[in-house]
């Protein structure tokens, strides 16, 4: 299940869970909903805190772990703490239910400022922190059209757009600590026909030593052969329709690209490493665009903030333009 999402398009990722899920239990959903922790904090802040009740582990009142969740605590506890403080997986599957459990209360009981949840839910779905997917035909068409359908092509996804997706790779919870940004240039036309270079620069800002102050559930524990404290992603990067991804750079050199096309879209996949400390950026450059509406990107939301996180255009300077 913890794999569904390897691929950014979410109507794949939520079909696939359902009968993932049908096969383990016999039961049918109706949809899948996906909710990050930066969208739950919103939800919280209009619900106000939410009690933890029935925890199923005696790390809360030993304080380890907070006892309410609020729209402040409850990205880093989520993401992080709970790695740090529970290292059975099966007490951390029953912390989270708990947790799915106390907020789902909350937000369906109308806890809160309805308006104020209104404008939260609402934030959420234009970050595309909520992702909604139906299993009914007529309701999935509806969604469709709109970002919040997660979807990778169709009416959704404008005709100049970009996205910029990001998988862990480390086989661990080490992704967390990552920072990010992306960065569309445009480059000079080529053969009558516009490029674009995607620019993502990320930033490792786990402890030096982390190696030894995190614990291995965290660092992977070099399992998967990623040293311990390192990050390894695979950025992945989805050109416009009918477009060619050209190349691949890492930190101005060029590197090896692993090629695809998804829904007559190119497709653009690196994958790099990240000490303690240590930032790289990966370029990715299309061609061939026949588009010549304004270029937009969509990421993978991250923990940050969206405007910290996708910068403004930087324009081409060519010689000889008029």
């Given at each position: 299940?913890?794999?569904?999402?390897?691929?950014?398009?979410?109507?794949?990722?939520?079909?696939?869970?359902?009968?993932?899920?049908?096969?383990?239990?016999?039961?049918?959903?109706?949809?899948?909903?996906?909710?990050?922790?930066?969208?739950?904090?919103?939800?919280?802040?209009?619900?106000?805190?939410?009690?933890?009740?029935?925890?199923?582990?005696?790390?809360?009142?030993?304080?380890?772990?907070?006892?309410?969740?609020?729209?402040?605590?409850?990205?880093?506890?989520?993401?992080?703490?709970?790695?740090?403080?529970?290292?059975?997986?099966?007490?951390?599957?029953?912390?989270?239910?708990?947790?799915?459990?106390?907020?789902?209360?909350?937000?369906?009981?109308?806890?809160?400022?309805?308006?104020?949840?209104?404008?939260?839910?609402?934030?959420?779905?234009?970050?595309?922190?909520?992702?909604?997917?139906?299993?009914?035909?007529?309701?999935?068409?509806?969604?469709?059209?709109?970002?919040?359908?997660?979807?990778?092509?169709?009416?959704?996804?404008?005709?100049?757009?970009?996205?910029?997706?990001?998988?862990?790779?480390?086989?661990a919870k080490m992704d967390f600590y990552v920072k990010r940004?992306?960065?569309?240039?445009?480059?000079?036309?080529?053969?009558?026909?516009?490029?674009?270079?995607?620019?993502?620069?990320?930033?490792?800002?786990?402890?030096?030593?982390?190696?030894?102050?995190?614990?291995?559930?965290?660092?992977?524990?070099?399992?998967?052969?990623?040293?311990?404290?390192?990050?390894?992603?695979?950025?992945?990067?989805?050109?416009?329709?009918?477009?060619n991804v050209e190349s691949a750079a890492v930190d101005g050199?060029?590197?090896?690209?692993?090629?695809?096309?998804?829904?007559?879209?190119?497709?653009?996949?690196?994958?790099?490493?990240?000490?303690?400390?240590?930032?790289?950026?990966?370029?990715?450059?299309?061609?061939?665009?026949?588009?010549?509406?304004?270029?937009?990107?969509?990421?993978?939301?991250?923990?940050?903030?969206?405007?910290d996180v996708v910068l403004t255009m930087k324009p081409a300077?060519?010689?000889?333009?008029?």
């Amino acid at each position: 299940m913890q794999d569904v999402n390897l691929t950014p398009d979410f109507p794949t990722a939520a079909s696939t869970a359902r009968q993932m899920w049908e096969k383990r239990t016999g039961e049918k959903v109706d949809g899948v909903l996906s909710i990050d922790p930066v969208g739950l904090s919103y939800v919280l802040d209009a619900t106000g805190p939410v009690q933890l009740h029935e925890p199923e582990n005696t790390l809360l009142s030993n304080g380890r772990l907070p006892s309410e969740l609020t729209g402040t605590n409850v990205v880093s506890t989520l993401l992080s703490d709970v790695y740090k403080a529970i290292d059975n997986t099966a007490v951390q599957d029953a912390y989270f239910a708990n947790v799915a459990k106390e907020v789902y209360g909350a937000f369906s009981s109308g806890t809160g400022d309805p308006a104020r949840l209104v404008q939260g839910i609402s934030r959420a779905a234009d970050e595309r922190r909520i992702l909604l997917w139906s299993a009914d035909p007529e309701i999935q068409k509806v969604i469709s059209n709109y970002a919040m359908s997660g979807a990778t092509s169709g009416q959704s996804v404008s005709a100049a757009q970009f996205g910029v997706y990001f998988n862990d790779g480390t086989g661990a919870k080490m992704d967390f600590y990552v920072k990010r940004t992306v960065q569309l240039l445009e480059e000079c036309p080529r053969d009558g026909y516009s490029r674009m270079t995607v620019r993502v620069t990320s930033t490792n800002t786990a402890p030096v030593d982390a190696k030894s102050t995190l614990p291995d559930y965290v660092t992977g524990g070099g399992v998967f052969g990623v040293p311990e404290g390192t990050v390894q992603t695979n950025v992945i990067a989805y050109g416009p329709v009918q477009a060619n991804v050209e190349s691949a750079a890492v930190d101005g050199n060029k590197t090896d690209i692993a090629a695809h096309r998804h829904s007559n879209r190119p497709v653009g996949a690196v994958t790099m490493s990240l000490a303690p400390g240590q930032s790289k950026s990966v370029e990715l450059t299309f061609g061939k665009i026949v588009q010549h509406t304004e270029p937009t990107v969509v990421v993978t939301p991250t923990i940050q903030s969206l405007k910290d996180v996708v910068l403004t255009m930087k324009p081409a300077v060519c010689p000889n333009a008029k």
